[in-house]
């Protein structure tokens, strides 16, 4: 049974480009939440989705986006790219909303130059 | 802001040894706080959760303890082995309205030695 897939596992880009990253969830899960990982620090949230709808933000600027498809995969965009933003982006899959297990992907390793 | 304070920071264990990793949290209204293990180049992966209604759980060799009133928890490994050794991030998140994500602790990087 899958898990978590998340795509590319790798990814460098320059100072100012854009990047999207993809997830697909847990098959039968309908929630994906997108988390940042700093090297050296706990992951902290940027968005959740479910049901395709927005439905919790973290203190991430306008530049981080994403949107949840019909059959639940999830993309996340962040413009203007910075070399801050050189992070593991990670993403969590639930059964439902609310407070239930969450299960992570292995991560997509962005850098920034 | 930091809600959920982690320590220790890193943390060396003999094999068949108890490591503790303590957490507390200053928002009364988390109801659920899991515990994730994390190897390098690999996501988290959850290893144990508890609400608030019960002081202790336990699955297989992993306890975690909650003190609602001290809005601590602490994970605890029993005969840990050297294959036990990763990062361990205790989590919290409020079951409500608003945001809906977990907020993590900074982690513990835990080493067994054989």
């Known amino acids: 049974d899958a898990g978590v897939t998340q795509s590319p596992t790798h990814l460098i880009k320059t100072r100012g480009q854009h990047v999207t990253l993809r997830c697909s969830p847990i098959?039968?899960?309908?929630?994906v939440s997108w988390y940042q990982q700093v090297l050296g620090q706990g992951p902290q949230f940027i968005f959740q989705?479910?049901?395709?709808?927005?439905?919790g933000r973290g203190n991430f600027p306008d530049r981080f986006s994403a949107r949840q498809f019909p059959n639940y995969s999830s993309e996340l965009n962040v413009n203007a790219l910075l070399l801050g933003d050189s992070a593991l982006y990670l993403c969590?899959?639930?059964?439902?909303?609310?407070?239930?297990?969450?299960?992570f992907g292995q991560g997509t390793r962005l850098t920034v130059v | 802001q930091q809600q959920v304070k982690q320590s220790p920071q890193s943390l060396i264990v003999q094999k068949g040894g108890i490591p503790i990793i303590n957490c507390a949290y200053e928002?009364?209204?988390?109801?659920?706080f899991p515990w994730y293990q994390q190897f390098p180049g690999k996501g988290p992966a959850l290893l144990i959760a508890?609400?608030?209604?019960?002081s202790e759980k336990k699955e297989g060799r992993f306890t975690i303890s909650f003190n609602k009133s001290a809005k601590q928890f602490s994970l605890h490994i029993m005969d840990s082995q050297p294959g036990d050794s990763a990062t361990y991030f205790c989590?919290?998140?409020?079951?409500?309205?608003?945001?809906?994500?977990?907020?993590f602790g900074k982690g513990t990087h835990l080493i067994i030695q054989p």
């Open positions: 928002n009364t209204a988390f109801d659920y």
């Open positions: 098959s039968g899960h309908k929630s």
């Open positions: 989705y479910y049901e395709k709808e927005e439905r």
């Open positions: 508890i609400r608030p209604d019960v």
């Open positions: 969590a899959s639930s059964l439902v909303r609310g407070v239930t297990e969450a299960f």
């Open positions: 989590a919290a998140k409020y079951s409500g309205g608003g945001a809906d994500g977990l907020t």
